[in-house]
């Protein structure tokens, strides 16, 4: 592995993100809430740093897969470490390991914290937290490859290790050129949502902070008490149908512009996702009503389907604390959260798309008990699934159960009740924000241990690249081979001599 190529590649990507870091400037000087100080020391810290990767370290030739996984793996770390730099240095969070959490789970778009009130952050700290959720939705790398030429090299390599989903869809012919038709997708819903919360009553800051985390599917609020607290009947409607969009594959709305509606209307896994949706928050509001949670039908329509998508596509806001729900309804919220949204989204979770291959899978291996000598292929939209995406489905279904009992283990053993602490895994795990018990709806993840925040913080990356990419980073053979970067100097020491 060319380390010094990721080397390079990193400093570029940190040197991207020390000006991300100017632009909550604006807010903070407006509303004069004394932070914007924080940001330009970080901005410096962050951009010494990048410029320093880039200047020591020499790209060798092209970037390959090995190269993919290590810059898009050490990139999340990087950027969360170096994202949590305005909390701690502002002094609103003290302890590095609660700031590091509370930036990784922004950039990671799990929209867990560890804030008692988030009010305290001021506006500038407010607009950081969800700027980045915003650039951790379509991604770093993404967004990196549509705007820097030097990550034309090798593109597809950090493309392919960072979009989630068994399959990448190629809409151009150049990678460079299918990141910008992302990212322009993005950034078109992004403005008409923060437009229509504008017009449903918000002002600026707060439309565009919660477009920033419908779009990215984070759920950061401005406010403690999420969406809940405007009372909007509009408003919820609103983030409501943006969320859906979010949670869609946005190569499918690429489609849609274009006019291949057909292309659309026949996607199984789209189907599969609205009919999960529909049906869950259609059992939720009956039960809601059966259990005298609600006295109308509307009331509980109303909330049952806010959150039944806001855990579905892995935003988290919140409207109702439904935790306090009945048991059904907290089973039913709680396995939407493995589910997430569709393959290309922004969302978390195992992906819809697999869900689907995998009940196929089980279907068809049915059938051939009953039927020994039968052949039946998968097939999904009319075509037959390769065998190597199936085998690919297995495995990560296998991964992610694996990875689950694990880190489930390893927090209850910190003293962490049983259900505070596997909802706490689901919850980061499937970048979904809030779990049940202590870690609910109207609770945060301050009063977890050191130890169990950092398993969580590994979990909310881990789920973030799909497993894979930060699992082969910690195999002892993917390191094989792996030599010392070429630095700048040594090449102009040997070219002297």
């Known amino acids: 592995m060319k380390t010094g190529t990721v080397g390079a590649v990193l400093g570029w990507l940190l040197i991207f993100l020390s000006f991300a ?3 909550p400037l604006g807010f903070s000087l407006y509303y004069n809430d004394g932070s914007w100080h924080v940001f330009v020391i970080s901005a410096l810290i962050t951009l010494a740093l990048g ?47 609660d700031a590091y959490f509370e930036a990784m789970s922004g950039f990671t778009t799990t929209g867990s914290t560890i804030l008692d009130k988030v009010e305290v952050l001021g506006p500038g700290l407010l607009f ?63 403005a008409v949502e923060t437009a229509l919360l504008m017009w449903a009553g918000m002002n600026f800051f707060e439309a565009i902070c919660h477009a920033f985390a419908t779009l990215a599917t984070g759920g950061f609020s401005t406010i403690t008490a999420s969406v809940g607290g405007y009372n909007s009947a509009l408003v919820e409607f609103i983030i409501i149908v943006f969320m859906i969009l979010a949670g869609m594959n946005f190569s499918l709305h690429y489609r849609l512009f274009k006019g291949d509606f057909k292309t659309v ?26 259990s005298s949670q609600y006295s109308s039908w509307l009331e509980s329509l109303r909330d049952s389907a806010f959150q039944v998508w806001s855990i ?31 393959a290309g989204s922004t969302g978390g ?34 075509r037959k699934v390769p065998s ?23 927090v209850t053993s910190q003293g962490v009740d049983l259900l505070t602490g596997s909802t706490a895994v689901i919850a980061t795990l499937n970048n979904i924000g809030p779990g049940l018990a202590k870690v609910g709806a109207t609770q945060n993840f301050a009063h977890l241990p050191d130890m169990s925040k950092f398993v969580l913080i590994i979990c909310m990356v881990a789920g973030r690249l799909e497993l894979y990419t930060l699992a082969v980073l910690l195999v002892p053979h993917y390191w094989k081979g792996a030599r010392m970067p070429v630095w700048r100097w040594s090449r102009s020491n040997s070219h002297a001599e």
């Open 349 to 382: 979770g195992i992906k819809h798309v697999r869900v689907l291959l995998f009940w196929k899978f089980t279907r068809v291996q049915i059938r051939h008990l009953i039927h020994p000598r039968s052949v039946e292929a998968i097939k999904i939209d009319g």
């Open 21 to 23: 870091m100017l632009t």
């Open 265 to 290: 209307f026949n996607n199984e896994e789209l189907r599969f996702y609205l009919g999960i949706g529909m049906g869950a928050t259609l059992l939720i509001t009956v039960d809601n009503l059966l």
């Open 388 to 410: 190597d995406v199936m085998q690919g489905v297995l495995g990560f279904l296998s991964l992610y159960a694996a990875v689950f009992v694990v880190a489930t283990l390893l």
């Open 51 to 97: 410029a320093f990767l880039t200047w020591a370290c020499v790209i060798e030739d092209d970037i390959g897969h090995r190269e993919g996984f290590a810059i898009v793996g050490l990139s999340w770390i990087a950027a969360a470490g170096l994202g949590a730099l305005p909390y701690y240095i502002s002094g609103h969070i003290p302890h590095y390991i």
């Open 128 to 190: 950081w937290r969800a700027l980045t959720h915003w650039l951790g939705g379509m991604g770093i790398i993404v967004l990196s490859i549509a705007i820097l030429p030097i990550l034309g090299i090798g593109g597809m390599q950090l493309f392919q290790a960072e979009m989630p989903g068994p399959t990448k869809d190629r809409l151009a012919p150049r990678i460079q050129d299918t990141a910008r038709i992302l990212w322009g997708v993005y950034l078109l819903f992004t």
């Open 312 to 342: 579905l596509t892995t935003t988290g806001f919140g409207t109702a604390d439904f935790d306090a729900w009945t048991p059904l309804c907290r089973v039913t919220l709680v396995i939407l959260m493995f589910f997430g949204g569709m």
